[in-house]
């Protein structure tokens, strides 16, 4: 598979020949699976500690009749009661139903919440996700909007700018304008406990970048609302398929398409 070369202006200056990590099958059960257990790793480990709630009180329930602080006949509920000095009983403690009583099912830190996926799986995945970059069905369903065919291919001097306008002005030209103005215009404000979270706003993704070698690129693309910039060693499911949802619009430089085929990379 072949695909044109856009200059810094926008025009077609020549082919490159795509590598064969683009000529994989599209496996989307396999990316939303890679995609499961990447996001796993994001989650922290959580539990209540052994014994909170029962083995830092007093509180006993007596059974016995006759017997001091014995819990029956008293007119109050047979429940574990704290003792106090005097040989009085205090509130009840201890069951859940009790204020400052412990969890009834507290958060346990034996449970599994990271996903394992397999090695060759992962990358097969990835590779997946990489050719489905080439799909203009499946980034529409994504709702990018554009006006170009795919894959998009730049030249290596794009990989030298510096300033943020002349990487919006690059894939303005390339036909992505109204991809950038749906991600500027799309951020909106979380709802409810989520406000509180990853800043409080939701970023549509946009345009991903991938470079073979960084001079300077990633610095001037790392502002643009939706935009993402990676190396081609670096790239994850997240950036490839985001939600798990492959056909990210994804420009990729000469150099990070030498890459994946000198190298062979994702391959197992």
């Not at 009661?81 to 969890?103: D, H, S, Y």
């Not at 346990?108 to 090695?119: A, F, S, V």
Request: hydrophobic share 35%; with cysteine.
């Amino acid at each position: 598979m072949k695909a044109k070369v856009h200059s810094m202006e926008g025009t077609a200056a020549a082919e490159a020949q795509m590598p064969r990590q683009f000529e994989e099958e599209y496996r989307p059960d396999l990316i939303r699976r890679a995609f499961h257990a990447e996001r796993s790793l994001l989650w922290q480990p959580k539990g209540a500690m052994k014994g909170a709630g029962i083995d830092y009180t007093t509180a006993k329930y007596y059974g016995r009749r006759h017997l001091a602080r014995s819990g029956i006949n008293i007119g109050k509920a047979r429940l574990p009661k704290e003792k106090i000095p005097g040989g009085g009983m205090g509130r009840t403690l201890v069951v859940p139903n009790a204020t400052k009583g412990r969890r009834a099912h507290p958060p346990k830190p034996y449970k599994t919440i990271i996903e394992r996926i397999n090695y060759k799986e992962k990358n097969k995945a990835i590779r997946s996700a990489i050719a489905a970059t080439c799909d203009a069905k499946l980034a529409k369903a994504r709702g990018h909007l554009f006006d170009c065919a795919l894959p998009l291919v730049a030249d290596n001097s794009f990989e030298g700018v510096k300033r943020v306008k002349d990487v919006v002005g690059v894939l303005e030209k390339m036909g992505l304008t109204q991809d950038l103005e749906r991600a500027r215009n799309g951020r909106k404000q979380r709802s409810g406990r989520a406000r509180l979270r990853k800043g409080g706003y939701r970023q549509p993704s946009s345009v991903l970048i991938v470079y073979g070698k960084d001079s300077g690129l990633w610095r001037a693309a790392r502002n643009i609302p939706g935009v993402n910039c990676a190396d081609v060693k670096d790239l994850t499911i997240e950036l490839l398929a985001p939600g798990g949802e492959a056909g990210r619009l994804t420009v990729w430089t000469q150099d990070a398409l030498a890459a994946l085929d000198k190298q062979g990379l994702y391959y197992a």
